[in-house]
Structures are given as structure tokens and as C-alpha cells.
């Protein structure tokens, strides 16, 4: 018998939703899979969205705020495009872990 105990990785699938242009309401949903939430900061996610496959239309926008758009079991906004509320959902500090600013939770 092994001493040592496994825990699962935190590991999961992202939707996010890039805005291109508020006023034409532009925006696409991209899935990015397997991602590590306790090893990906904020700044790994900020690359990983610019260097995508199929976000060539996507990478001379310069993508300056990512916050969190609804929590799983939680309650969705009526606003499709943006959450206007929980200002405390901005990720704002790229060498912040993902685990850490409650995406994965």
C-alpha cells in the first residue's frame, strides 16, 4: 500500500466569451480545454486566448480585461454579452493562478 495520498488535479474546460466591438456587439465563444487551474495564471490564460487556433480574425485586439462571466451552479446575468455585476470577478493580476481568483470553484 502507497503512503503517499493522490488528489485530483483541478483540472477543466473554460468557456470564454471574447468581445471584439461593444458597439456592433462582435464577440465569439471560444472552449479551451484541460486547463490546469491550479498551475495557469491569468497571464498563461491571456496567451493561450491570443495564440489559439482559429483567433487569427482575434489577435490584433489587445484583450485588456478578463473577468469571470457566471459561476458554475450559480446565477446568470440577463446581459448576453457582459456581467455587469461582481466587480470582484475581474482578473486583473496576471501571475495570479486561476485556482486563486475562483475560476474552477
Known sequence: MS?????AKPVGVLTIRLIKSFEYRT???V???DV???NTTVGDLRRRIQHGSGMKPYRTVDFDTLKIYTKAHGSKTNNLIVNLDHDEWFLTNDADMLDFCGVGK
Do not use: H, I
Open 36 to 38: 490546469d487551474f491550479g
Open 27 to 29: 464577440y465569439r465563444n
Open 3 to 7: 503512503s503517499s495520498s493522490e488528489t
Open 31 to 33: 472552449l479551451l480545454k
